[in-house]
């Protein structure tokens, strides 16, 4: 049996002919730039998420720069994160000219560990940027507090984490921005890069749409310097008919959460700590284990698709060999990506396929 990570004929619904119909009309009408269709997916995906307004981006990683470029964060100022981020985080960081400074994963969540944010606050420090990872949402209380003590803004990367939900609040509302992507692999996926920030603030809002569409205030009225990142139009309108499922799909994640968890609790396996008070989007299903790489090859060999998210630490990548940083700066960050494996998390999987991942990952232990 062959297990992909991805099955995008099974996300647009019976009715799909509807959703092409209109894609047809809008590709011959020249229905590409901010049109209706964009305000209306913003509007829903901002409804989504409990948050007033939401700006289009063309992806996640411009939606950071933007959220970034918003609060006029720049060379002097210096950004947090984890070190167990996807490269967009911190290239986001550099982009706008400031200094990252990494902080290690809490060794149970693989979030950003809390406990040694304090330490690591300056007077230079200007935002915290938490990443709720594989869809599991960061303490944001605690953030959220620290951030109020020094006067830090939050911006959540929230990637992996469309729908988590912490004590009832979705991620992406509870610091000034959040930052979404709907590249192709996120759990709401547009047929190539999409992103948006959400924030409830009207006035960086305002300023969000201005950076984003080159400094415009309605056209030729250009009032700040901006760049040019938009959601296109049919991204928009497929994103907004799939929106209608992200509430099903995270339910689907979830069920097939509880099933690799009950199905695997007997072997030698660590997965992702569950807390009571939150909702989880399973972006990714991990489990941890030393024998990581002869496992992974072992269920590639099965045909199922296990994939590593990140095999190698933030602080170890070629692209930052001149931020200082060295290898043993971050022991939790190194260990995750020597030990994470990523199984399957389609919300469409049947019973057997998750029999088959399941009793392959039993066979490799059992062996
Ligand atoms: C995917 C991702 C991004 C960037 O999104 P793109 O749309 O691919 O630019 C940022 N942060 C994290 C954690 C991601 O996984």
């Known amino acids: 049996m062959k297990i992909n990570r991805y099955a995008y004929e099974k996300q647009f619904g019976p009715d799909v002919e509807e959703l092409f119909d209109d894609i047809k009309r809008m590709l011959l009408v020249g229905n590409y ?7 209306s997916f913003l509007k829903n995906f901002a409804a989504f998420t409990h948050a007033r307004y939401a700006c289009g981006t063309n992806s996640g990683t411009d939606a950071l720069i933007l959220a970034l470029k918003v609060l006029n964060i720049g060379p002097g100022d210096e950004v947090i994160t984890q070190a167990n981020t996807f490269h967009a985080t911190v290239a986001a960081i550099k982009f706008v000219g400031a200094t990252p400074i990494l902080i290690d994963a809490d060794n149970d969540t693989y979030l950003l560990d809390i406990n040694q ?42 990637a992996h984490a469309h729908g988590s939900a912490l004590n009832g609040q979705f991620v992406g509302t509870f610091g000034k921005i959040g930052c979404f992507s709907f590249h192709p692999s996120k759990n709401l996926a547009a047929a190539g890069d999409a992103g948006c920030i959400v924030t409830n603030d009207e006035d960086l809002y305002v300023k969000s749409q201005w950076i984003a569409s080159l400094g ?4 030729n009225n250009h009032v700040v310097l901006g760049f ?4 296109d139009a049919l991204q928009a309108r497929i994103l907004d008919w799939k929106l ?13 959460a509880d099933y690799y968890t009950q199905k695997l609790s007997g072997l030698p396996l660590i997965f992702q700590r569950r807390d009571v008070n939150e909702v989880h989007a399973y972006h ?13 090859a072992f269920l590639k060999s099965k045909e199922i698709d296990a994939v590593v998210r990140y095999p190698i630490a933030i602080h170890l990548q070629h692209a930052f060999q001149n931020e200082g940083w060295v290898k043993g700066d971050f022991p ?15 919300p469409d999987m049947t019973e057997d396929e998750l029999n088959y991942v399941c009793d ?3 066979q490799f232990f059992n062996t």
């Open 360 to 362: 392959s990952t039993l």
């Open 244 to 256: 209608q499922f992200l509430n099903k799909w995270n339910e689907d994640r979830n069920r097939i």
């Open 33 to 39: 730039v901010l049109t209706k269709e964009v305000t």
């Open 332 to 346: 939790v960050a190194e260990a995750l990506s020597r030990e994470l494996l990523c199984l399957p998390v389609r």
């Open 284 to 296: 990714q299903f991990t489990i941890r284990t030393k024998k990581r790489d002869e496992l992974m």
């Open 228 to 231: 040019n990142s938009k959601l």
């Open 117 to 158: 944010l304090e330490a690591k606050i300056t007077h230079r420090t200007k935002v915290i940027i938490p990443v709720h990872l594989y869809g599991k949402p960061t303490p944001m209380p605690e953030i959220t507090e620290l951030c109020a003590k020094y006067h830090l803004s939050v911006i959540e990367d929230c």
């Open 216 to 219: 415009q205030d309605g056209q």
